[in-house]
């Protein structure tokens, strides 16, 4: 059975921090995704990493795929308020359905 | 260019009665996707469509949920009957093909009684 785990699930930081949040999966897998969600809403969609050593940055966030450790992460710079939400990884190892990992709630404070 | 749309957004019901969903995808996506998903999870695929043909229903709970896409467009995902654990959040997502980036719709928030 496929695990997706990510670390930490809750996370509280002040503005202007920088922080990490970490994305193992156990099976092997050339596609990664990253996923916002905001209270009540649907999910948007920020990256997709395709090959190892993929690294896509937007704004504040910047994520990374390294397939061998399969591990990813998505890096947090200067962090804002308006980052507060949940965030998810989900891996199609077959190029067909997405496998979640729980999420990480983040909340960024003054 | 069109969202998903999903209807409807919010659902209440009782143990043992039937609920229905609809899902309009994005204009000209073939791969049509039904996940769960419960408070404080991750989202769960249900089921898969290609076209009008179920590529996965690996993970739906056939005794009770079925799911269909009769015309390779709209879908409907049906419920009976339901139980108090189906209460979640049921998303429909669509993408171009299979393993293209998953666009997904608001969701409709189901709670059983």
């Known amino acids: 059975e496929l695990k997706v785990e990510q670390n930490p699930l809750f996370l509280s930081m002040q503005e202007g921090k920088n922080y990490t949040i970490y994305c193992n999966y156990s099976?092997?897998?050339?596609?990664l995704y990253w996923y916002r969600q905001d209270p009540g809403k649907s999910l948007e969609s920020l990256f997709v990493?395709?090959?190892?050593?993929a690294v896509k940055q937007e704004g504040r966030l910047m994520a990374s795929l390294d397939t061998k450790a399969r591990l990813s992460t998505l890096h947090i710079t200067a962090a804002v308020h308006d980052l507060s939400a949940t965030y998810f990884c989900?891996?199609?190892?077959?190029?067909?359905?997405?496998?979640f990992g729980k999420g990480t709630s983040l909340l960024v404070t003054p | 260019e069109a969202g998903v749309a999903q209807s409807p957004r919010y659902k209440i019901i009782e143990k043992r009665q039937s609920v229905a969903f609809w899902c309009n995808p994005i204009?000209?996506?073939?791969?049509l996707y039904w996940y769960q998903q419960i408070l404080g999870q991750g989202p769960k695929l249900l089921i898969q469509?290609?076209?009008?043909?179920?590529?996965?229903d690996s993970q739906l709970p056939k005794d009770r949920f079925s799911a269909e896409r009769l015309k390779g467009v709209d879908s409907t995902l049906k419920i009976q009957p339901a139980k108090l654990e189906d209460s979640a959040v049921y998303l429909c997502?669509?993408?171009?093909?299979?393993?293209?980036?998953?666009?997904f719709g608001p969701g409709t928030r189901l709670t059983v009684l």
């Open positions: 099976t092997t897998s050339d596609r």
């Open positions: 997502a669509s993408s171009p093909r299979p393993g293209d980036t998953q666009y």
């Open positions: 989900a891996v199609d190892p077959h190029g067909y359905a997405l496998n």
């Open positions: 469509f290609q076209n009008n043909g179920v590529v996965d």
């Open positions: 990493l395709l090959s190892n050593g």
């Open positions: 204009s000209g996506h073939a791969t």
